[in-house]
Each structure stands twice: as C-alpha cells, then as structure tokens.
T-cell receptor, first 112, second 116 residues
Framework: NAGVTQTPKFRVLKTGQSMTLLCAQD?????MYWYRQDPGMGLRLIHY???????AKGEVPDGYNVSRLKKQNFLLGLESAAPSQTSVYFC???????????FGDGTRLSIL | AQSVTQLDSHVSVSEGTPVLLRCNYS??????LFWYVQHPNKGLQLLLK??????LVKGINGFEAEFKKSETSFHLTKPSAHMSDAAEYFC??????????????FGKGTLLTVNP
C-alpha cells in the first residue's frame, strides 16, 4: 500500500524556470494539502483541496498554483521559480475533515 | 486563532533515560492536538492524537501525552529512550472554531538526540 506518493523526490531549478510537483494518494481521501517545510519554521500550508475540482489558499500561497482534476492527484505548480521557494515540499491527505493527515516523503527543491 | 509553542528546539537524552518534549498551545475552542514524528528524509508520521476523550493519550512506540487544559499543555513523554527515537517531533493543533477542523497549525519542531 503506497499511501501518499510524491514525484519527484529531488529537483534543482534555475531562477525563472517552471515546474510541477505531483502528489498521488491511493486511500480515496477527499482532502489533500501542500505544505512547505523550512528550517525552524515547522510546516506551513500553501494550498489545499476539499474535493475533486476544488482548491483554496493556505497560509503561504503566493508564487504557487494548484490543480485537483482527479480525486487521487493534487498538483503544485511554480510558474517562475525564485530562490525563496527553495524548500522541502510535503503533500498530505485526509478522509474529509477527519484527522489525521497522511504525509508523503517530501520533494526537496533547490532553486539557484 | 490557534498557535503552538514547542518550548525546546533541541533535547538530548541518553539511551534508556526518560524523554520529555514540551508543547503549549493557544486555541479559542476545544482543540484537537497531535504529535507527529519526522525521521531524516522522511515524511511526518502520526504518533498520537487527542480529540476530547481521555486526557492521557497513548501512542505508538511507547510514547504518550497528557492534555492539561488548565495549563494549555500537551507534553510528550516516553519512559525509556531508544536510539531509534532520534528524530524531529512536531506538536500540532487543529481548531475547528473557524469551521475548518482540517487546518493544522504546526509547532517549529523539537529535535531529539539520543546518545548511546
């Protein structure tokens, strides 16, 4: 049982490049989330989705876009990467509003 | 508004000695509280959760936490540390007062080091 799978695991980008991070879950969860983790900051919510076709902004949404075209997938896009977006990105999912959230292993993104 | 304060950024213990990781929270409602563990280069794994049932919550790997409303605390303990417990631990609160019980607020983390 895979749970939450994030692709890719590592990526290095140049400033101004674009990319998409993919999150896939096989638990039939309605809710999905994207977080970023920075040293000494804990995890901060970027965007989330409460169901297929819906998305909403979290705490730090600027510079990111998301899409939830299929229930099992949640995509995070960076249109024009900036060095401030160097971080570890985590995807999570949960069954409706019921906790706990299940996390992927993260995507380590460096922007030069 | 909800917030979480983990009182120690780094805790170091010897193998076989007790572990105490401290967490205070602020919430305008009856919160749900969680402890997650993160091993190096891994995602977060749920250790335990409090959701207004018993105030002493038992989790995986011998960890437990006690919800103390009067002190607004949710400290994590383990009687005897094992080398495999070395990781970063996050205290997390979910406050449904805003109509969104799925939004989590994370503490900044406590790095636990276990010395042989």
């Amino acid at each position: 049982n895979a749970g939450v799978t994030q692709t890719p695991k590592f990526r290095v980008l140049k400033t101004g490049q674009s990319m998409t991070l993919l999150c896939a879950q096989d638990m039939n969860h309605e809710y999905m989330y994207w977080y970023r983790q920075d040293p000494g900051m804990g995890l901060r919510l970027i965007h989330y989705s409460v169901g297929e076709g819906t998305t909403a902004k979290g705490e730090v949404p600027d510079g990111y876009n998301v899409s939830r075209l299929k229930k099992q997938n949640f995509l995070l896009g960076l249109e024009s990467a900036a060095p401030s977006q160097t971080s570890v990105y985590f995807c999570a999912s949960s069954y409706e509003g019921i906790q706990p959230q299940h996390f992927g292993d993260g995507t380590r993104l460096s922007i030069l | 508004a909800q917030s979480v304060t983990q009182l120690d950024s780094h805790v170091s213990v010897s193998e076989g000695t007790p572990v105490l990781l401290r967490c205070n929270y602020s919430s305008s409602y009856s919160p749900s509280l969680f402890w997650y563990v993160q091993h190096p280069n891994k995602g977060l794994q749920l250790l335990l959760k409090y959701t207004s049932a018993a105030t002493l919550v038992k989790g995986i790997n011998g960890f437990e936490a006690e919800f103390k409303k009067s002190e607004t605390s949710f400290h994590l303990t383990k009687p005897s540390a094992h080398m495999s417990d070395a990781a970063e631990y996050f205290c997390v609160v979910s406050d449904p007062s805003g109509g969104s019980n799925y939004k989590l607020t994370f503490g900044k983390g406590t790095l636990l080091t276990v010395n042989p």
